[in-house]
């Protein structure tokens, strides 16, 4: 059973600090890491994916991968208001040929 | 602007009854998936197609739904007949596949809505 796995929150965090959020996958041998954001009532959009071990940066957004201890993190700096909503952890287990598998997100709540 | 369009955005129905979800991925894509969202549970799998043939459907309960794609244009997800318990939000969302490169990024539709009484 290929399994995500997330903290499902709410995650407070006030506006301007760093958001951490984490993940685990069950299947040593995964390939590929997408972060996914879902605003309440909207659908999931990909803000970011990595597929080496170490850190990527992408603006404010920072994922990191660590393939031996089977955990991928996004950072989010000087987190805003707008950053609020539900953050997706998805895997694909298996070389890109197979459909992703998405953790039940965790919920960042940005204080103001 | 490319995008997923789904059809109906919400539905309300009565248990027994039939229910029909649409989608138009976009041009270009040779995958399309089908996933439903609940709290509970979050995103599923229910069904997926690459090049309008059914990969795996092993997510959708077999005697009451079906998944298809009769053209390029149209996957469609039918329920019939519905319970209360298959209310939730179905996404349909497409994205392309190729044997070179791993790919992944998936976009998803606004969503169906359905809610089953």
């Known amino acids: 059973q290929k399994e995500v796995e997330q903290n499902s929150g709410p995650l407070s965090v006030p506006e301007g600090a760093i958001a951490s959020l984490n993940c685990t996958y069950s299947?040593?041998?995964?390939?590929?890491f997408f972060w996914y954001r879902q605003y309440s009532g909207k659908s999931p959009e990909l803000i970011m994916f990595?597929?080496?071990?170490g850190d990527k940066e992408d603006g404010r957004f920072t994922a990191q991968l660590n393939k031996a201890s089977q955990y991928v993190s996004l950072l989010i700096r000087d987190s805003q208001p707008s950053d609020s909503a539900t953050y997706l952890c998805?895997?694909?287990?298996?070389?890109?040929?197979?459909?992703?598998?998405f953790g039940k997100g965790t919920r960042l709540s940005v204080i103001a | 602007d490319a995008r997923v369009t789904q059809t109906p955005r919400h539905k309300v129905t009565e248990m027994g009854q039939e229910v029909t979800m649409r989608c138009q991925p976009i041009?270009?894509?040779?995958?399309v998936f089908w996933y439903r969202q609940t709290m509970m549970q979050g995103l599923e799998l229910l069904a997926y197609?690459?090049?309008?043939?059914?990969?795996?459907d092993s997510g959708m309960p077999k005697d009451r739904f079906s998944a298809e794609m009769p053209d390029a244009t149209l996957a469609t997800l039918k329920i019939q007949p519905s319970e209360p318990r298959d209310s939730a939000v179905y996404f349909c969302?497409?994205?392309?596949?190729?044997?070179?490169?791993?790919?992944?990024?998936?976009?998803f539709g606004e969503g169906s809505r359905l809610t089953v009484l």
């Open positions: 969302a497409s994205g392309v596949y190729h044997p070179r490169w791993v790919t992944g990024e998936l976009f």
């Open positions: 299947d040593r041998g995964s390939q590929s």
């Open positions: 990595i597929y080496s071990n």
């Open positions: 998805a895997v694909n287990f298996n070389s890109g040929n197979t459909p992703l598998v």
């Open positions: 041009l270009g894509h040779n995958t």
């Open positions: 197609f690459r090049n309008r043939a059914p990969l795996d």
